[in-house]
Every structure is written in C-alpha cells, then in structure tokens.
C-alpha cells in the first residue's frame, strides 16, 4: 500500500472531525504547559483551526521529528505507559492531522533566539523557514480533509462542528482552571477563562454565576479512588445530561456508568426526565485504567468500574445530604404494637443479612435523626421532635417511602407475599394495557399480581400482592395497566409499578393514627433507603429548626 494513503486511513482512527484535531491540539499545548491557550475555528474548522500556545515549545531540531508516526516525546519505555501523566503519548496526532491537511507549526522554545516555521501539506514537508517568534507553538490547520471528500460530506453542520469544538474546550477549560483558555469561531468570541485556578471561578466564566450559588461541594475517597467536584442540590435540576462531566486523572472522558452512578445518589429524588448538574473529578492510580483503548481516547476502561461507581454515588451523596443531622448512638425502639395497619408495615422482617446488608454498603448514612414522635395535625401530619427542631412528617408520603422499599426488597429476592383470592376478580381495562397482560405475565407474576386475558378488553386476576388485598385491588391494577402501557424502559416501568403500589396501599390523608402506629411508621422510616423523600420525589417531611423558630420568636 502507498504509505501515503495507509497514513491517511490511520489518520481516519485518530482524526474523526475537526473537534478531533482542537482536542488533540489543545492536549499538546497543555501537555507543554501552557498557561494560556487560545484556540480559533473558521468555517466549522473545516477551513481553518489554530491552536496557540505559550507552553514549552519544540526545538528547531525536533520539529520534523513531531511529524513522524509513533515519535512521542513523552513516553519512552513500555513501564511509561502504567504510569501515563501526559494527556498525549501515543505520537499519532501531528502526522495524522498532516496527512490529511496543511498544517503550519510555528514554535520557539524558551531560550532559543528565535523560532521555526515549517509547513506540512498531506504529510510531506512543504517549507521551512527561522522566524522571530514568541516562546510557545502556535498549529495552523487548512483545508482539512480536502484529500477526503468522502468524510468531508459525512460532517455534520458547520454550526454542529463548532458546537462540538465548543465541548472539546468547554471540558479542557474546566480540567484545567489555572489555564486561560479562549474559543474564537468566525471572529466572534465564545468562551473565555479567566485562568484563576479556582474551579468555581472557572465554572462561572463558563456558566455565569446564577447557576454557581447552588453547587455543592464534593469531596470523598473510596477505595483509593478520590472523587472530587461540585454537584446541584436536590431540587435543582436540568433537562438534559448536558450539564454533567466527569474527568478522570484530568481527562474529559464520556461514559454512560459515569452519569449512572452521578444520578444513583438522588435516586427517587429526581423527577422524570430532569437530570442533576454535576462537574466530577475521578483520581485513579494510573496502572488502574487502561486508556489506552481507543485512539481518542475519550473511552476509558477502568479495570475497576464497580469500585468507581461506587466512589461517585457515595461521595455525590454525602455532598447533597449534608443538611442531614446524623445522631450518634442508636435508635430507641418502641414496644412494638399490633392492629392491622401495623401489619401492613410489617409485612416486611426486619433486614438482615443476605442481598440487604449488600444494599447498605452502598446506602448513604442515616439521612434522618431518630424522632420522637408528638402527635398527629390534621389527620395528615405527624408531628415528631428531633435534636435539631420540630418535624412534620407526610404520613402517606412516609409511608408510601416505608412500602416501596419493602417492596423493591422482595421484588428482588422474589418472594412477594401474595394473597389468593377467592373468587377471580374480573377487571375491564383498555386494549393497550391488555397488551402489557398478554405480554407481561411472568414480570407481573413478580410483582405479585396472578393475571390472564379474559376476552378483548377483560383480565381475570386470581391472586394480588398482600399488602393490596384489603384495598380497591381492580383500581389499582387499572391504574398499574394503563400506566405501564405507556411504554417506558423496563427499569423506569419497574420502578413506577413499585411507586403505584405502594401509593395505592399507603395509609391515606386523613386517616387518623395511634400514636404507636405513627412512632411505628417513623421508625421504620428512619431505616429506608431514603427516608426524606416518597418514590415520587417529593418530601416526606419538613423541619421547623429551633434557630428558625426562635428567630420567629424573637428570641435571636
Ligand atoms: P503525543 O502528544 O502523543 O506525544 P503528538 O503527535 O500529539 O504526539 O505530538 C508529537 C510531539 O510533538 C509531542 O510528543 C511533543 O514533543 C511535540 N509537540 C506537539 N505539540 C506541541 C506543543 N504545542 N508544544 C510543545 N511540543 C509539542
Ligand atoms: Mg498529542
């Protein structure tokens, strides 16, 4: 094969579009350690890109030597490459991106009286002149994939590229904060760093301070991994997953577990379709990762993905509860009563051992204090005192929380209590959810529900999950049918059913309770996953702080 073309087919790996080469670019100037770094996009980059730099610079005699494949000057020996602290090191991305350009590198390293220019035109040097210079590189990149009509028609828009130019710095902006970074695209400005090496600065740069007073602080180590960065309190939210970014060891990477992980720690806490704003550093001892993988890059495989998820979810969690008071030592536990609403909330024994205890060591702390219980408001509150002030407690919101984890447990050993019922009950439901009958039979099963198609629009049921039976079981399976018809994933579907259920089977507003059966309910609400807030992500209860009503009072 013409090395010529064999070159421009391995440039195809590392060089996809012209966001490739400004991230290849702008690793080189910061792997040279720039202070600052101004990067420039004409025409989507297609016509020109510029990347310039006041870093270390290239010497006069090493500058053809950047252009050859595989001449890295960062790596020497294959023990290097366990211990990789260089954003570059595989020497591909200058011959790559002269293969299929016109790149014209000017660069004086500090201490030579003056500087070279050379230019590359598909690979072969063009020219080569000494010029008066200032310290650093300064790429120029023309023309790109001129050579490769075929990929130049594959590019999205120019206003797509430039979007995607905008993320390539936008990320290295926000690695790395002592670095001044600028994007120019068509004369006009679009971002700017300010270089102040304080992270929060930076984001404000980026995102203007509105969104900056919210970020909480992340901080957390696990496993040897450290997790570090700003998250958005619950309640604030977007509604894309635009708004999140994680690096590892200083390296944007995107990978789905990332944000997977970043969401787990407001699980049932987010409403549907919003997402949290997160900015998350991951350090991870460099023989742990293998970045390596691909040419970009930008797909990292750890060889400890669980440990990394964990670290995330756990460090991201105790970020957004730090407004929790944790009380040292342990729970009283009241005398426990009996009646039938009492053993509604016991359907569940009490947590021991097996897949729960798992669950826990990736539960976050005791979120809530133990409370000690007052008395009910309105048929609709209970009324609890803690260390921190007074707290009023939803009991349907509280208890719906107490039967969806009870629930989500024996789902997951499937042992579901279930109650057979006498005669069938026939239910009429809509044709799109006899479709989820005929079709969801076995998970249904799971759930609890023995159901079968009875006639076109009809399902005979023959048994229900326990803690359903003494309630309006046909409406609620109604309510599960239609719901489910709606086609969402399996897991949002699984948790929607678990959250239907429980708010079906919860004791309702109004409802008058005996003071066992409250302590009962908020102690066993002290004990779940998330005891602030029901499967629907509103809160089951609010804190009336002694500060805020002494301040009331007039007594601060
Ligand atoms: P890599 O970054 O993997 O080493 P590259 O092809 O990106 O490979 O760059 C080749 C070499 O050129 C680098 O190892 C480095 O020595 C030199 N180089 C490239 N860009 C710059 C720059 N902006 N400043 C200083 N040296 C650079
Ligand atoms: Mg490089």
Redesign the pocket.
């Known amino acids: 094969m013409d090395p010529a073309l064999a070159a421009r087919i391995a440039a195809g790996e590392v060089i996809e579009r012209p966001a490739s080469v400004v991230k ?2 702008v ?3 910061l ?2 350690g ?1 202070g600052e770094v101004r990067v420039e996009a004409d025409g989507g980059g297609l016509e020109r890109l510029a ?1 310039i ?1 006041d ?4 010497a006069a005699d ?1 500058v053809e030597l ?1 252009f050859a494949r595989h ?5 020497a020996t294959i023990e290097d490459l366990e211990s990789i602290v ?10 790559s991106i002269a293969s299929v350009s016109t790149v014209t590198l000017r ?1 004086r390293p500090m201490g030579a009286p003056a500087g070279v220019q050379v230019t590359v035109r598909e690979g072969l040097l063009v020219d080569r002149r000494a010029m008066g210079l200032p310290v650093g ?1 300064a ?1 120029e990149v023309r023309g790109l994939f001129a050579n490769l009509p075929a990929r130049r028609k594959f590019l999205k828009s120019g206003q797509a590229e430039v979007g995607a130019i905008h993320q390539v710095v936008l990320h290295y902006a926000i690695a790395y904060p002592e670095v001044r970074m600028t994007l120019v695209s068509d004369g006009k400005s679009l971002l700017s760093t300010a270089g102040a090496r304080d992270l929060k600065e930076t984001l404000a740069c980026l995102y203007g301070v509105d969104l900056l007073d919210h970020l909480l602080l992340v901080e957390g180590e696990r496993h040897g991994l450290r997790v570090t960065g700003l998250v958005s309190p619950i309640g604030y939210t977007r509604a894309t997953r635009g708004w999140q970014s994680f690096f590892i060891n200083g390296r944007w990477v995107r990978n789905r577990v990332l944000h997977v992980a970043l969401e787990e720690a407001y699980h049932g806490m987010l409403m549907g379709g919003r997402h949290p704003v997160g900015v998350v550093f991951i350090e991870i001892p460099p023989g742990d990762l293998d970045v390596n993988v691909h040419p970009a890059k930008t797909e990292i495989r750890f060889l400890r993905e669980r440990e990394v998820f964990g670290a995330i979810r756990h460090a991201v969690t105790a970020a957004i509860s730090v407004q929790a008071t944790v009380l040292p030592g342990s729970v009283p536990s009241p005398e426990e009563p009996s009646g039938s609403f009492v053993e509604q909330l016991s359907l569940m024994p009490e947590p021991a051992g097996g897949s729960r205890e798992e669950a826990s060591i990736l539960a976050p702390a005791r979120a809530v204090p133990a409370l000690r219980v007052l008395g009910q408001a309105g048929s609709l509150f209970i009324i609890a005192e803690g260390p921190d002030g007074v707290y009023m407690v939803d009991q349907h919101a509280a208890h719906e929380r107490v039967l969806y984890d009870d629930l989500s447990a024996q789902v997951m050993q499937r042992e579901v209590p279930v109650q057979s019922l006498l005669a069938p009950l026939l239910c009429e439901v809509s044709p799109a959810a006899m479709d989820v009958v005929a079709a969801d039979g076995p998970w249904l099963e799971q759930l609890g529900f023995s159901v079968e198609p009875f006639g076109a629009t009809t399902c005979r049921v023959r048994a229900v999950p326990a803690m359903l039976a003494g309630g309006p079981v046909g409406d609620t399976l109604q309510a599960l049918l239609e719901d489910l018809a709606t086609g969402k994933a399996h897991e949002e579907r699984q948790d929607h059913a678990l959250a239907t259920m429980a708010c079906k089977a919860a004791v309702k507003a109004g409802q008058a309770l005996s003071l066992e059966e409250m302590r009962y309910l908020v102690q066993r609400l002290e004990s779940t996953s998330r005891p602030r807030t029901c499967p629907h992500g509103r809160p089951t209860m609010i804190l009336l702080s002694t500060t805020d009503l002494e301040r009331q009072f007039g007594r601060r």
Do not use: W, Y
């Open positions: 290849e670019l690793e080189n100037a792997d040279a720039a990347v730099d870093g270390c610079g290239i090493q950047a001449a890295t000057s960062k790596l260089t954003l570059g090191f595989r020497g591909e991305a200058l011959p660069s590189t790429i």
